[in-house]
């Protein structure tokens, strides 16, 4: 939830409000959307990450969700934008 709303609020200081909070639930509904069928996205393709067993889910081209399926349900680790990853 950190990341969602570290994201919104940069969003809202450049004076875009309505856009972050519209962007903050699209963020929210796409996470929300990955525990209907969590096996939809790869292990990342990042070493450190598939060593581990995370789940690299893009999001508007933009945006990577780091998640791994445990025994009943998703744990999203780290949401970041693509230039990060490196």
């Keep these: 939830m950190n990341d ?6 940069y969003i809202s200081e450049k004076g875009y409000q309505i856009t972050a909070k519209k962007f903050a639930n699209k963020l929210f509904d796409f996470g929300g959307s990955l525990a209907v069928f969590p096996e939809k ?4 393709r990042h070493r450190q990450y598939s ?10 081209k933009n945006y990577v969700f780091i ?5 009943n ?3 999203i680790y780290n949401i970041t934008h693509v230039k990060r990853l490196g």
Excluded: G, Q
């Design 4 to 9: 969602i709303t570290n994201t919104a609020l």
């Design 41 to 44: 996205y790869p292990l990342c």
């Design 51 to 60: 060593l581990r067993m995370y789940r690299c889910a893009v999001f508007e």
């Design 67 to 71: 998640y791994k399926i445990e025994t």
């Design 73 to 75: 349900h998703i744990v």
